[in-house]
Nanobody, 126 residues
Framework: HVQLVESGGGLGQPGGSLTLSCTAS????????VGWFRQAPGKAREFVAS????????YYADSLNYRVFITRDNAKNLVSLRMEDLRPEDTAIYYCAARSSGEYYWSDHEADFVSWGQGTQVTVSS
């Protein structure tokens, strides 16, 4: 499986924006769909967004649609999550996850992802 490292978290202002990055190591990353999940304090981990292997298809959690955008650059082994109009309820640890090689299409189910990063903390506060 690929190894994933998230970065870009930190303190965000309400109404502001942040871009999270997920950098992968391993030759099979470009043939795997990738997703972002998040876990707020005291809550279960939840789906945020997912992108197909070639970046042509994306899917978002209904509650976050139009505020988050997922993209990927396979040449750089990179998947990004841009978050706009930040709200305090966006405070969470954000995790990047990848499906197995050959699983090309996005998913919103945690069980479909086999590789997970350690997470990056996002805190939204004024």
């Amino acid at each position: 499986h690929v190894q994933l490292v998230e970065s870009g978290g930190g303190l965000g202002q309400p109404g502001g924006s942040l871009t999270l990055s997920c950098t992968a190591s391993g030759p099979t990353f470009s043939s795997s769909a990738v997703g972002w999940f998040r876990q707020a304090p005291g809550k279960a981990r939840e789906f945020v967004a997912s992108i197909s292997w070639n970046g042509e298809s994306t899917y978002y959690a209904d509650s976050l649609n139009y505020r988050v955008f997922i993209t990927r650059d396979n040449a750089k082994n990179l998947v990004s999550l841009r978050m706009e109009d930040l709200r305090p309820e966006d405070t969470a640890i954000y995790y990047c996850a990848a499906r197995s090689s050959g699983e090309y299409y996005w998913s919103d189910h945690e069980a479909d992802f086999v590789s997970w990063g350690q997470g990056t903390q996002v805190t939204v506060s004024s």
